[in-house]
């Protein structure tokens, strides 16, 4: 059954219907014909946008992706506070630092506004032969939402092999 725009919605949270969504529905934006990406969706593409900005040395960007008291902990090197955050992001930001990250492999555990999310990573950087491959190993994340939006309450990397 659709409704026309405008329409109640379903209880079932059917795609295209404003109303109530369960856990992997989309929902329309009462209103508008925005749809609302589900949870999960969101979190991908935070994950996503954090490679992304890293990549483009953009860490005054990617510091928002995180709360303020959030954490990046890289190896023994642990920030804390959006302000060490960003200095860490920034030391690290240099046009010859800077690569390619792929990501892969995630797996989420969502309950309610809290999720635990494990994802693979792949780190190469340019050089005269093509790319070189760097790193690899997984990203151990927390993400909290906060006033609807999905943040970054913690980030710990493991590399392959350490």
Known sequence: MHA??????SEQGEPGLRGTTTAGHRQVRAGTLQVVPTDEEAIRN????????????????????????????????????????????AATSAPERRGKHIT????????GDTASVQTDFFFSLPSADGLKPLAAGRYF???????????????RITFLGA
């Open 4 to 9: 026309a725009p405008g329409g109640t919605g």
């Open 46 to 89: 935070l994950i996503g946008l954090h490679s992304q900005l890293t990549d483009d040395g953009d860490y005054e960007r990617r510091v928002e992706l995180y709360t303020e008291d959030g954490v990046f902990a890289m190896g023994d090197a642990i920030s804390t506070g959006r302000e060490e955050i960003v200095a860490a992001f």
């Open 104 to 111: 892969a492999n995630t797996v989420m555990d969502i309950d």
């Open 141 to 155: 994340d927390t993400f909290v939402k906060v006033g609807g939006r999905w943040l970054y309450r913690e980030r």
